[in-house]
T-cell receptor
Framework: RKEVEQDPGPFNVPEGATVAFNCTYS??????FFWYRQDCRKEPKLLMS???SGNEDGRFTAQLNRASQYISLLIRDSKLSDSATYLC???????????FGAGTRLAVHP | NAGVTQTPKFQVLKTGQSMTLQCAQD?????MYWYRQDPGMGLRLIYY???????DKGEVPNGYNVSRLNKREFSLRLESAAPSQTSVYFC?????????????FGQGTRLTVV
């Protein structure tokens, strides 16, 4: 079983839609969680951190459920510019080892 | 600020050739990483270095060696390239803090082994 699993998609949604991605992780001792965004043929870039209390940044909301070991990302009012691959990242171990999910591809169409 | 700089950006190798991918960061980060990304596989950790002078294997270390030359630089070496090593390679760095922190990535090296 992979340490971090995501639905690969693609998710094809119209502009203005709300879309949610989920991610599960296997290591219950994982310490930190992030969502990264990766545009085609570019490097991954941090989208937001995920806190136990949940956090929101504009149209983006991230939540963590430690008991069920999953992380979610909600995007409201989708824009064309949101089209990208979204990577779930879990930090495990004592040396800040970042483990990536395979990514979920989002395509927003007019 | 340059952030994380990788060289080269593109490379084509013949099977059996060797090469070193260079990575440097100017953010005074302790931790550095090498990942490879293949279609449908996401980013897989090859090696990481928690601090200068230390290196550890990640998920897919076979066929690679690394050197943490100093705090700024972390190189990845392919001693005898194989077609299975065709991939996009990303170097990353992060400050080391209790509880974990995000990583910052270089622009990647697209390697093709023929």
């Amino acid at each position: 079983r992979k340490e971090v699993e995501q639905d690969p998609g693609p998710f094809n949604v119209p502009e203005g839609a709300t879309v949610a991605f989920n991610c599960t992780y296997s290591n219950s001792a994982s310490q930190s969680f992030f969502w990264y965004r990766q545009d085609c043929r570019k490097e991954p870039k941090l989208l937001m951190s995920v806190y136990s209390s949940g956090n929101e940044d504009g149209r983006f909301t991230a939540q963590l459920n430690r008991a069920s070991q999953y992380i979610s990302l909600l995007i409201r009012d989708s824009k064309l510019s949101d089209s990208a691959t979204y990577l779930c990242v879990v930090v495990s171990g004592g040396y800040n080892k970042l483990i990536f999910g395979a990514g979920t591809r989002l395509a927003v169409h007019p | 600020n340059a952030g994380v700089t990788q060289t080269p950006k593109f490379q084509v190798l013949k099977t059996g050739q060797s090469m070193t991918l260079q990575c440097a960061q100017d953010m005074n980060h302790n931790s550095m990483y090498w990942y490879r990304q293949d279609p449908g596989m996401g980013l897989r950790l090859i090696y990481y270095s928690a601090s200068e002078g230390t290196t550890d294997k990640g998920e897919v270390p076979n066929g690679y060696n690394v050197s943490r030359l100093n705090k700024r630089e972390f190189s990845l070496r392919l001693e005898s390239a194989a077609p299975s090593q065709t991939s996009v390679y990303f170097c990353a760095s992060s400050p080391q803090r209790t509880g974990g922190t995000e990583a910052f990535f270089g622009q990647g090296t697209r390697l093709t082994v023929v």
